[in-house]
């Protein structure tokens, strides 16, 4: 924890020294817009083993005295934050920095630069990306520079697209670009290099999970991360009939442990037959879609029997979490508004039909869930309940249902088995395979009814009656 806060503090001072270093230099005052990109935009980010620090400047124009002097900048960084906590070191390379073999947390300096003519001759995906998520320090808004409209092409051919990305791990070979001072012109040139087997499995992680941001990214759903792209994966409904997902839990489970060449390998050829699959899945896809869930629940004495039971008949673990989940309500509304709140995303939830069997659903993520919250009262919703759990999602070898089991503070222990269906009609057909389901695997034949289910909700009510949302409280839980 010590030496994460020493990372942290070390990544925001060269943040601040950046931004120092492109105003007090006066070869550099015609930069347009100075800014960072990348997941450790804003303060609330997480320290990983390898961080990567993309900071960027846009010139007007950019010349080879420039760029010497913003490669003094990173020299003096490299100089200044090393000690024994933190590895400290830089790239200017546009495209895949390769990461430095060290046993401290490193801090990778991705510094790029671009003039403003450069800037805008950039793939659309990668300015998506840039726009989206950055933190301006100085100068304009990217928008103001460059108007995007992003579409599926986009995503599949662009450069550091989806083909590009099978590309890069059919041939083992990285493309990048690079500003070289060529008879006396400096300029932006594509060059290419064999993938060394000591960052393999940083380009493995790049072509799995670069296709999948970008297309959430075009899709209004808002991701940079790693951990919360795969928690949309496996949690979305629109994503249950894409094959071979497995692999995003594999490449987690792999990345957290001292790997072996062979097995970075057997991943990297399964991420190809992923991504290839991922092509044919693409064109299909909407995730605001309308779609209706049908779920089946049972109160159990013990969770830990049915998750030795789900482990030993080779059900996939997705993950654990603790969450908030608030229940808002309008008078004679024949529908609830839920707001899911987790530590790493939050989710707004339109449910009709209230507690249905099957019901319409429509879902997105959200940022802000206490204003959100704030928002519903002021458009005349109430506060019906809400519930502190700790939940653990699984999911079945063909991945087209979840299993939660929720350990609910105040409340019986359940699981629930949950599956999506495109028309309403499926429901009484869906509902009898999940509880044959439950008898197979989880030796479960009684279920909670609809009267037992509002039962037991009127008898959680009766012990919590507070009136209003600690949202304090709720991030001391989360975060705990």
């Known amino acids: ?64 005295e420039k760029a010497e002097l913003l490669h003094l900048f990173l020299k003096e960084c490299e100089e200044k934050y090393n000690s024994e906590y933190v590895d400290v070191y830089s790239s200017t390379v546009i495209g895949i920095a390769k990461p430095k073999k060290t046993d401290r947390i490193s801090v990778l300096i991705h510094l790029i630069y671009f003039d403003l003519e450069e800037f805008q001759k950039l793939p659309v995906i990668h300015t998506n990306t840039y726009i989206k998520f950055n933190q301006l ?26 083909n590009h990305c099978i590309e890069m791990l059919k041939t083992n070979k990285l493309k990048y670009f690079m500003w070289e001072l060529l ?12 993938i060394e087997e000591d960052e393999l499995i940083h380009c ?41 997902k497995e692999v995003l839990i594999e490449f987690k489970e792999l990345s957290n442990k001292d790997a072996s060449l062979k097995q970075i390998k057997e991943l990297k050829d399964k991420v190809v037959v992923f991504l ?104 005349g919703f109430k506060l019906d309940t809400f519930f502190f759990r700790t939940r653990e999602y699984f999911t079945n070898k063909d991945q087209n249902i979840t299993i939660t089991l929720d350990d609910t503070i105040g409340s019986p222990d359940i699981v629930e088995i949950e599956k999506v269906i495109e028309k309403k009609n499926q429901k009484e057909k869906v509902e009898k395979e999940l509880k044959k389901y439950f008898s197979k695997f ?10 037992e289910f509002y039962e037991m909700l009127n008898e959680y009510k009766k012990k919590n009656k507070k009136k209003t949302v600690d949202f304090d409280e709720i991030r001391a839980f989360i975060n705990y």
């Open 1 to 64: 924890m010590v030496n994460e806060e020493i990372v942290r503090r070390t990544i925001e001072s060269i943040k601040k020294d950046f931004l120092d270093f492109i105003k007090r230099n006066k070869l550099l005052d015609d930069y347009l817009s100075v800014f960072i990109v990348g997941s450790l935009i804003g303060n609330d980010y997480k320290i990983e083993k390898i961080n990567d620090l993309d900071l960027r400047v846009i010139f007007s124009k950019v010349t080879y």
């Open 276 to 379: 290839e699959l991922f092509k044919n899945f693409i064109n299909q896809f909407d995730i605001i879609d309308v779609m209706y869930e049908v779920e089946v629940a049972a109160k159990v004495p013990k969770l830990d029997v049915i998750k030795k039971n789900l482990l030993n008949s080779k059900h996939i673990f997705i993950k654990k979490e603790k969450q908030v989940t608030i229940f808002l309500i309008k008078d004679n509304g024949d529908f609830v508004i839920r707001l899911r709140i987790s530590p790493g995303s939050s989710t707004l939830s339109f449910k009709g039909g209230i507690f249905d069997e099957a019901r319409e659903e429509i879902e997105s993520e959200i940022k802000d869930y206490e204003a959100v919250y704030n928002m519903f009262l002021r458009l």
């Open 137 to 162: 320090l100085e100068g304009k808004e990217l928008r103001e520079l460059k108007s995007i409209n992003i579409s599926l092409e986009n995503v599949i051919n662009d450069f550091e697209g989806l």
């Open 204 to 244: 493995v992680k790049y072509a799995l999970f670069k296709p999948i941001i970008n297309l959430l990214n075009i899709r209004r759903v808002e991701t940079n991360d790693v951990e919360k792209t795969i928690d949309i994966i496996f949690r979305n409904k629109k994503f249950y009939a894409l094959p071979h």
């Open 183 to 194: 008879n006396s012109k400096f300029i932006v040139k594509l060059k290419e290099r064999f």
């Open 442 to 451: 989880l030796q479960i034949e009684a279920f909670i009814t609809k009267d």
